[in-house]
């Protein structure tokens, strides 16, 4: 299924690789009249601006920087764009160890996956047209209890608890909020983040086949349809939802 973004502006956080890079594509594939993508790495966005054409704004931005967030928000108010919908997708996914976590560790994953998530949205907001969508991307692992990622879990849940809380907060404006929660999902993560070699990844793409009952890992594409489903009119009465795309893996 297609949807239809017909002369929007939306803007992706995290959107150089990945989940984020996926939904801006598929934005612009449904005529979206101009995506804003953020990242920390001035070349990786690059690379991925000349992959995705001249409809695409890459602005180096940490989501985690109240400075760089400000910077954002005055240069679509510069080109005089309004946002028809934000996907607050940029995060990290790192392990710790219950009892070796540092402070410095607590806060690095705290601060980008909660805190920039919430003054993404709160910077944003004044450019978000009244009847917009924000899609929020939390985690199957908000969820569950999965060992070494108590961390990265708990910041989930988080972003997750923020689409309810802001679907209310916002009903006046009649802006949705909903979570999209992707399953195993074949992402630079794996590698820059959570540190897994090739044969990790290979034995995680051996579990999949058993643990999950389509017997795969996605690929980025299937959660940006997930997530362009949540900000498009076809969903216009879904709100303040978790939205899991983990072909079943948390569902029996």
């Not at 899609?135 to 209890?145: C, D, F, M, R, W």
């Not at 989930?156 to 404006?173: G, T």
Request: net charge negative; no cysteine.
């Amino acid at each position: 299924m297609s949807y239809d973004f017909t002369n929007q502006v939306a803007l992706v956080t995290g959107g150089s690789t990945g989940i984020g890079q996926s939904i801006a594509r598929a934005l612009l594939d449904a005529g979206a009249k101009r995506v804003y993508i953020t990242g920390r790495t001035p070349a990786t966005l690059d690379v991925a601006a000349t992959a995705l054409g001249p409809k695409v704004v890459a602005l180096v931005s940490d989501v985690a920087n109240s400075d760089d967030l400000q910077k954002v928000k005055a240069e679509i108010e510069s080109r005089g764009d309004q946002l028809d919908a934000v996907f607050a997708n940029a995060g990290i996914a790192e392990s710790n160890t219950l009892g070796e976590t540092s402070e410095a560790e607590y806060f690095k994953t705290f601060d980008i996956n909660v805190k920039g998530v919430f003054f993404t949205v709160q910077t944003l907001l004044p450019l978000l047209k009244d009847g917009g969508s924000i899609v929020l991307t939390a985690s199957i692992v908000a969820n569950k209890g999965m060992e070494n990622l108590s961390l990265y879990s708990a910041s989930k849940a988080a972003v997750r608890s923020f689409a309810r809380s802001w679907a209310n907060d916002l009903r006046s404006r009649k802006i949705r909020v909903n979570a999209l929660s992707p399953g195993l999902t074949r992402t630079p993560i794996m590698e820059n983040g959570l540190k897994w070699d090739e044969e990790k990844i290979a034995a995680m793409h051996e579990y999949a086949q058993t643990a999950v009952p389509l017997g795969y890992i996605a690929q980025p594409e299937e959660m940006a349809t997930a997530a362009l489903f949540l900000a498009s009119n076809d969903a216009r009465y879904i709100n303040g939802i978790e939205l899991t795309a983990d072909g079943g893996l948390t569902q029996i």
